[in-house]
């Protein structure tokens, strides 16, 4: 069976500073993982992707998340917040070897930034 | 093409009515999945389709609840004698199969229930 955590309810940083939101997985096989973004009364947004290849993925917004497969972790990070950066984030995962299977979504993140 | 719509966007009922929501996908997008959120959880699968095939149904779909993607393009859910544990964001999403590793989900912005 695949699962996220995310053990983090709420993470709080100050405007600038860089920030971490933690993610770990478990799968069967090698994992498709992937970081979504939810503001308020909106769907998901994605974010940024691992397929295969570098370790470390880029996305949107000046985001990035780096894939640690000994730590079975998939964590984002940004150099430097926004206030606009505030918003629930979702980590994500499929197991390559299972098909079709739907993605299964952690509990989320609220990242809240201060100014 | 402006990306998944859902319809309504809130849906207020009371226990015992029933409910339909409605989600276009992306025109080219042969796969279209529904889930469930709930305050402070994640989305939750609820069934998915491939064209208008319903190809998996999570746990979480009793049989007050149905869904249909009659060809192949947009997808309703019902659900008949709503009781207040259905009230909960139900979001669409759709991918391209092909695609889907690499693009992931897109998803529209929610019908919101809310059962009184």
């Known amino acids: 069976a695949q699962s996220v955590a995310q053990p983090e309810d709420q993470v709080n940083v100050a405007e600038g500073n860089p920030l971490t939101v933690k993610c770990t997985y478990s799968?069967?096989?090698?994992?498709?993982l992937f970081w979504y973004v939810q503001y308020p009364n909106r769907g998901l947004q994605f974010l940024l992707k691992?397929?295969?290849?570098?370790?470390l993925v880029k996305g949107s917004y000046g985001f990035e998340a780096e894939f640690n497969k000994s730590q079975t972790s998939f964590h984002l990070k940004k150099p430097s917040a926004l206030v606009s950066d505030s918003a629930l984030y979702f980590c994500?995962?499929?197991?390559?070897?299972?098909?079709?299977?739907?993605?299964?979504f952690g509990k989320g993140t609220r990242l809240s930034v201060i100014a | 093409d402006t990306g998944v719509s859902q319809d309504p966007r809130h849906k207020i009922t009371k226990r015992g009515q029933n409910v339909t929501f409605r989600c276009d996908p992306i025109?080219?997008?042969?796969?279209l999945y529904w889930y469930r959120q709930t305050l402070g959880q994640g989305p939750e699968f609820l069934t998915y389709?491939?064209?208008?095939?319903?190809?998996?149904k999570s746990r979480l779909l009793s049989d007050r609840f149905s869904a249909e993607r009659p060809k192949g393009s947009f997808s309703t859910l019902e659900i008949q004698r709503t009781e207040q544990g259905d009230s909960a964001m139900y979001l669409c999403?759709?991918?391209?199969?092909?695609?889907?590793?690499?693009?992931?989900?897109?998803f529209g912005s929610g019908t919101r229930l809310t059962v009184v």
């Open positions: 025109s080219e997008h042969n796969r």
């Open positions: 799968v069967s096989g090698n994992p498709y």
């Open positions: 994500a995962v499929r197991d390559i070897l299972s098909g079709n299977t739907p993605l299964v």
């Open positions: 691992y397929i295969t290849g570098d370790n």
């Open positions: 389709f491939q064209n208008e095939a319903q190809l998996e």
């Open positions: 999403a759709s991918s391209q199969g092909t695609g889907e590793a690499h693009y992931g989900y897109t």
